[in-house]
């Protein structure tokens, strides 16, 4: 099962057909001799490629582009999405953390095939960089700049101390764009300025930054942060270990949100 044919399956509900005296550049499945067709000398991630000189059925949809400005099925790579033999999930930056910590909410069943990308750029192809997951318990996430292996079970506690920076407290729920504590690009590094880390407690602040020090740079890391959503801080924050709620259920958005995201991933 190919990365290329679980797309094709996904979007068109049947599995492609593979013809040809060559094999695909992409995937190594049958295919015509095409390939300078497809690759264009621009194209950057040559190590990726096999030999052979062609590009197959699947590939060459995975690739297609101008299905996007027809507006009948999206371009992959213009979007990030979960794709499975039964259909895509495609979804945004809102739903990215729900759906990481559970692939299940978009469908996945375990012990079937399944691709998870996590397009910042939307604007590269992630099929041919990508491996196909079997569990939703531990699974590959592709996005444009790197693939990784992601169980949700052990960055729980992770995502739980992000979700603690990003969120608002009571007062600044009341303003019509709420400021979370801290921005994403401050919880990405970690280095915010000193009146955010009072307002916010410091002893807890720097608890926090201690714990998640380890984790920060690695690629799951940014992932959760760029899909976590802000939370109204109704808790006591002084209490450890308090539940997140995760549910997909609204679109808590403000506009200082809409910058970080626009600003750090595109
Ligand atoms: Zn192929």
Redesign the pocket.
Known sequence: M?P??IIYRAMNGADPV?TGDT???????P?ERNAKRYIKPTFTDIHFLGPGD???????F?LDDRRGQENTMPSCRKMSAIYTLHGYHKFDALSAFELMMDPQKAGVQDGEPFLFFLNYSKKKHLF?KARVSFSTRSFWVQTDNIGFMFSPDEWKDVANMVQELYSYSKEEAKKKNPMTYFTKAEILSLMPSLHRIEKFGANRFFAIKESLMMYKSHPAYEAIVYGIRPKDDNDDRTKNGRQIDTRIDGNIQCGTQRAQQNGLFD
């Open positions: 190919t290329s044919k593979y094999i695909c550049k992409f995937c190594g499945m295919a062609g590009v197959c059925t699947a590939c060459v995975a041919y």
